[in-house]
């Protein structure tokens, strides 16, 4: 099971602020989120998935919290206290990959554990104070870029150890 980071991510690093919002708007980069996670899980923190406003359809909706009470909150989401909770879970059901979605309090764990990453750059920079961590280019390689309007798409794999 290939577990996968996926971010947008602003030019100075920015990927949200600890009110909740988002600093940008961009329907071209939320549709092509959507088309890569479209049918495969997707695993989040607490306040990435209130900041969704609801479970995004079509996916089974992966949430981390401490909150026992979340589960009988929302319908269509499964959470767990334990990131290695979820990924058994995930591993027993045998998807073939599952999308590892932050926000910034798991992202530095996140890209610990990924196989792969598909990281939005977009053209601007953005106020906020939620970043993501630095790609260490001595564990990533680029495998290929997608020029996209407003921002640039760019998959890493993880380097192989020799
Ligand atoms: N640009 C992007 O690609 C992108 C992607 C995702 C999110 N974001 C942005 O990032 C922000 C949210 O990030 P954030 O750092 O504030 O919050 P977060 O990481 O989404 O959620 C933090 C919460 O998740 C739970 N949690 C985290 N690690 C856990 C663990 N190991 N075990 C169990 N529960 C765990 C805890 O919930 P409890 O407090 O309930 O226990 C914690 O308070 C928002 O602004 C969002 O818009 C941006």
Redesign the pocket.
Known sequence: MKKIV?????RNG??????????WHSEKEFQH?KNTTLGFPII?????????GSPLKGRLNI?????KE?NNRYKDIIT????SDAYFFCEEKKYEKIFL???????P?LINDADEMVI?IMDFSAE?D?Y?PKIDEKVWNIKTKDKRNGFEIIYYVRKEIK
Do not use: C, H
């Open positions: 996926i971010a947008a991510v602003a920015v990927i949200g602020r600890s009110n909740g919002e988002m600093p989120f989040m923190g607490r306040k990435t998935f209130e900041s969704l949430v981390l919290t401490n909150n979340l767990f206290d334990k990131l979605i932050g926000g910034g309090s798991l992202f764990q939005s906020g939620i993501f």
